[in-house]
């Protein structure tokens, strides 16, 4: 069971990274239900199942370019509603006071990995032998 989970979730990553557009995730600190979504041409928006069942996060999903806005009932009482507008280049989603978004498909900030450290005795043996 958890081999199969583990699987759709990878596949499910690998999927997301060759899309031409950026690919979002809104978190809230409540449970998210009953998402709508003016044009779902423009974006596709469905959520995360996690571990725990909490049912607080969104996946942001563009189609094409354009805009459209998305309500989404948040703890069973509160509508939410943001927009998001696609551009060739990059997704635009509306800020909103309760979620929190986050991009999935490059790093907020360039960083660089550090070398792995070479060994000396190594090295040398190598080039006496």
């Known amino acids: 069971m958890i081999k199969k989970v583990i699987t759709i979730i990878f596949i499910f990553f690998t999927t997301l990274s060759v899309q031409a557009y950026e690919d979002c995730i809104i978190g809230s600190d409540g449970k998210l239900t009953n998402i709508q979504i003016k044009d779902n041409t423009v974006a596709d928006v469905y959520p995360i199942i996690t571990l725990m069942n909490e049912k607080n996060m969104l996946i942001v999903h563009p189609l094409k370019e354009g805009?459209?806005?998305?309500?989404?009932?948040?703890d069973d009482k509160d509508i939410i509603n943001f927009n998001v507008k696609v551009k060739k280049d990059e997704t635009i989603i509306e800020e909103v006071e309760g979620l929190e978004i986050l991009t999935i498909d490059e790093p907020e900030e360039p960083f660089e990995l550090d070398k792995p450290p070479v060994l000396k005795k190594k090295a040398e043996e190598g080039k006496n032998g």
């Open 67 to 74: 805009e459209t806005s998305v309500c989404v009932l948040k």
